[in-house]
């Protein structure tokens, strides 16, 4: 299981510290949301400031593009410290080459989905990427409801992952919290991005480590409870 904090909801204030916050959190991963104005009615942050945090954390760098240009972009979040990109399938025919593009600069591949997009398209994919990001919200702004219609998408991509050849993580992205992550990982997610549920939280470990507990228990096995038949009776000397 994968936590990953979306520093869309951190304090822009003071990022810096925020960075520091994540490291002590234990969470596994730095969600990075970049909004273009174009393909979502919302800006956030560029490479610039995506370089400028590298030097202080050695965590891993989970850059999701919602922009409907990448092609530009890809050197340039490679270079400033990306170690996964994503882009969206809904792109159409440049998918193909935007993935492979971001497999040529050394990273790791990511391939989102919004809700209303069928999860078809993405099929044809499965075998060149690392992580499908299962969009749990309309991009574009964090605080947001999580859409319940998207759970049978997890459920559809982790039976693929289960009969295909292909390993690939599943990420849900949007109004993540203790109760949907649980249903997320019922359904088969394994990575979590939260904003509001994590960054947006005054305490950043505590609340990674309540979103890693229900997850935990969400997918725990059933706990066996001993028949009658074998309860061991007490002894004597213990009545
Ligand atoms: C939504 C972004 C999300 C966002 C999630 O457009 O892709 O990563 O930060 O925020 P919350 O967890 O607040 O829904
Ligand atoms: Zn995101």
Do not use: I, K, S
């Given at each position: 299981m994968i936590i990953a904090p979306s520093l869309?909801?951190?304090n822009y204030g003071r990022l810096a510290r925020e960075v520091t916050r994540h490291k002590v959190s234990g969470a596994e991963w730095l969600h990075l949301d970049i909004m273009?104005?174009?393909?979502?009615?919302n800006l956030s942050f560029g490479p610039g400031i995506v370089k400028a945090l590298r030097p202080l954390t050695r965590t891993f760098f989970d850059v999701h593009l919602m922009c409907s240009k990448p092609e530009v972009l890809l050197p340039l979040f490679a270079d400033a410290g990306a170690d996964q990109i994503t882009v969206h399938?809904?792109?159409?025919?440049r998918v193909s080459h935007l993935l492979w593009k971001i497999r040529s600069l050394g990273l790791k591949v990511g391939l989102a989905i919004n809700?209303?997009?069928?999860?078809?398209?993405?099929r044809p994919f499965l075998s060149r990427i690392d992580t499908l990001l299962i969009m749990t919200v309309n991009p574009g702004f964090g605080g947001q409801e999580f859409i319940e219609e998207c759970l049978p998408k997890i459920q559809q991509a982790h039976a693929w992952r289960l009969t295909g050849a292909h390993a690939f993580h599943i990420e849900v992205d949007g109004g993540i919290n203790e109760h949907t992550a649980a249903d997320c990982a019922r359904a088969g997610a394994d990575v979590f991005v939260a904003g509001t549920a994590l960054f947006g939280r005054p305490n950043l470990k505590a609340a990674v480590a309540k979103l890693r507990r229900a997850v935990h228990q969400a997918v725990a096995p059933a706990p066996v409870r001993p028949s009658r038949a074998h309860k061991p009776g007490k002894l004597p000397s213990q009545r």
């Open positions: 869309l909801a951190a273009d104005g174009h393909f979502v009615p399938v809904e792109l159409g025919d809700p209303p997009t069928q999860l078809a398209t993405v």
